[in-house]
């Protein structure tokens, strides 16, 4: 299991902690998603041999907001 932080702006409410975590949730092969709204980081643990952080970072981008 890898495990990564990723900095991400334009999260400001429960609202998108939630989008965040059910999107990249949802993704095959991601395990768990930690969402500091504070800090503008979320911690993704996820299995590198079924999903990618690539994919992660786009999928977060899909829901309107930047990795940095
Ligand atoms: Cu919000």
Same mark, same amino acid.
């Given at each position: 299991?890898?495990?990564a932080t990723l900095? !991400?702006?334009g999260m400001s409410c429960s609202h998108c902690e939630n989008a965040i975590m059910k999107? !990249?949730?949802a993704l095959g092969g991601v395990d768990s998603v930690m969402v500091d709204l504070e800090g503008k980081a979320v911690t993704v643990e996820y299995d590198a041999a079924k999903a990618s952080?690539?994919?992660i970072k786009?999928?977060?981008e899909e829901q309107g907001y930047d990795v940095v």
């Open positions: 299991m890898e495990k900095n !991400v702006e999107a !990249v949730g952080l690539d994919n786009q999928e977060i």
